[in-house]
């Protein structure tokens, strides 16, 4: 499952692929959520990315979103305080 509760919420394992055309969640894939980011994997530009992006989709303050894994891996961890995995999944994949 790639949202699961995690102390004050939940955290997610995301994968993400760099230097998309634009930032966008593109689905659920063996344990993980895919995102693509415009962003490029160089000096942290697509971790930022990533996290700007989570928090805006999940309505959430950035300061909410921490990278807990994968600092230089596209297999990324994040945690998101104050959010149930419930509530994080249905804003990330509506049906």
């Not at 790639?2 to 004050?8: L, S």
């Not at 994968?15 to 895919?34: C, N, Y």
């Not at 942290?44 to 309505?59: H, I, T, V």
């Not at 300061?63 to 807990?68: D, E």
Request: charged share 25%.
């Amino acid at each position: 499952m790639w949202c699961e509760r995690w102390k004050e919420g939940c955290a997610l394992t995301v994968k993400v692929t760099p230097r998309a055309s634009r930032d966008a969640v593109l689905g659920e894939e063996e344990g993980w959520l895919r995102l693509a980011l415009a962003a490029p994997p160089v000096d942290g530009k697509a971790n930022e990315a990533a996290r700007r992006f989570l928090a805006e989709a999940l309505g959430v303050p950035r300061a909410a979103v921490k990278l807990l894994s994968g600092q230089s891996a596209r297999l990324k961890r994040f945690s998101v305080a104050g959010l149930s995995p419930d509530v994080a999944q249905a804003r990330l994949l509506p049906r």
